[in-house]
């Protein structure tokens, strides 16, 4: 028997193609947001938590201590004007943490790697290889994005 060439695909095959390949990169990009927000929202509440136990107990002792300058501060002057030094001191306190906070949440960019590679697949540009997150242990984490790729070659590359 002869083996028979196989004709060229035609334009309506390539577009099917290239839809059916669209429409699985795009199932994959949300499941990668799914996972990426579950791992987030994980680290997000513990966090949350510890953070929330960790200012409570700090608001209690700095009430205690902010008392005790106060009542120090009272025995050289007037209990009101010591109350008032110590109350003037912790609103300097709270504009400096508040203007550096605001900084910190300007900064935050929410599931970096799914819109980076959503933006790349949209747009066609290669989305950095370089892995962005690294790891508590110093040891770089490798970016789930970087996990689909296309291997076929294009038609250009297999032109020449």
């Known amino acids: 028997m002869s083996t028979v060439d196989q004709p060229e695909a035609s334009l309506g095959e390539l577009f099917g193609e290239l839809g059916s390949d669209l429409s699985q990169l795009l199932r994959k990009e949300v499941e990668l947001a799914k996972v990426e927000a579950r791992e987030e929202a994980r680290r997000l509440t513990k966090a949350v938590t510890f953070g929330s136990i960790a200012g409570v107990a700090v608001l209690l002792a700095l009430v205690i201590l902010s008392m005790a300058l106060a009542w120090w501060i009272d025995e050289g002057l007037n209990t009101a004007v010591a109350f008032a030094i110590v109350g003037a001191l912790w ?5 400096v943490a508040a203007t550096i906070a ?16 959503i933006k790349g697949a949209v747009t066609g540009e290669r989305v950095s290889d370089q892995p962005s997150h690294i790891d508590t242990t110093g040891a770089t984490a490798i970016s789930p994005t970087h996990q689909i790729s296309d291997t076929r070659s294009t038609h250009k590359e297999t032109a020449s």
Request: proline share 10%; aromatic share 0%.
């Open 91 to 95: 609103i300097v306190i709270a504009a």
């Open 102 to 117: 605001r900084g910190a949440l300007s900064r935050i960019r929410p599931l970096p790697e799914t819109a980076d590679a």
